[in-house]
T-cell receptor, first 112, second 110 residues
Framework: QKEVEQNSGPLSVPEGAIASLNCTYS??????FFWYRQYSGKSPELIMS????GDKEDGRFTAQLNKASQYVSLLIRDSQPSDSATYLC????????????FGSGTQLTVLP | KAGVTQTPRYLIKTRGQQVTLSCSPI?????VSWYQQTPGQGLQFLFE???????NKGNFPGRFSGRQFSNSRSEMNVSTLELGDSALYLC?????????FGPGTRLLVL
């Protein structure tokens, strides 16, 4: 079992729809969770960090964390073609701050 | 604040050579982490430096090494390059737990 798993994708949604990206992790002691966006040929760009159970909203993005289910998700409301990218879920293993374990990424395409 | 900078941005080497990549973190950030990204393995952690000390190391062979200077700038070195070392090498700096990535160095080994 991989330590961090994401929907394999690719995921396509129409413009204006909600895109839902999911991630599960295996180490129950993990405390810090991150979503990065990576455009083709570019480096990862931080979208959200979340540390506590529940929802965290930032503009059109909402991160959701459920530690009991070892599940993190990212919702993108009112999706735009510019949101088309690969979304990477990253987890800090316990006791290893700044040593991120990444999922394989979900490629999102927003269709105009 | 200026972001993380990495040099060079592109590099072509041949098998058996060695290479040194450089990373300058965001001003005030003392932690620098390095990652390798390949299509097959994704993003994998190489090592992390904080105040000139290596604090964590990923599962890579000893050919991969790094160091950090007193101004927090970091270098990573790969000796005896193999074809499989072709990848995007990313540096990330942080002041807390959140890491910010540089643009990366794309290494091609022929």
């Amino acid at each position: 079992q991989k330590e961090v798993e994401q929907n394999s994708g690719p995921l396509s949604v129409p413009e204006g729809a909600i895109a839902s990206l999911n991630c599960t992790y295996s180490d129950r002691g993990s405390q810090s969770f991150f979503w990065y966006r990576q455009y083709s040929g570019k480096s990862p760009e931080l979208i959200m960090s979340i540390y506590s159970n529940g929802d965290k909203e930032d503009g059109r993005f909402t991160a959701q964390l459920n530690k009991a289910s070892q599940y993190v998700s990212l919702l993108i409301r009112d999706s735009q073609p510019s949101d088309s990218a690969t979304y990477l879920c990253a987890v800090n293993p316990p006791g290893s701050a700044r040593q991120l374990t990444f999922g394989s990424g979900t490629q999102l395409t927003v269709l105009p | 604040k200026a972001g993380v900078t990495q040099t060079p941005r592109y590099l072509i080497k041949t098998r058996g050579q060695q290479v040194t990549l450089s990373c300058s973190p965001i001003s005030g950030h003392r932690s620098v982490s390095w990652y390798q990204q390949t299509p097959g393995q994704g993003l994998q952690f190489l090592f992390e430096y904080f105040s000139e000390t290596q604090r964590n190391k990923g599962n890579f062979p000893g050919r991969f090494s790094g160091r950090q200077f007193s101004n927090s700038r970091s270098e990573m070195n790969v000796s005896t390059l193999e074809l499989g070392d072709s990848a995007l090498y990313l540096c990330a700096s942080s002041a807390g737990e959140t890491q910010y990535f540089g643009p990366g160095t794309r290494l091609l080994v022929l």
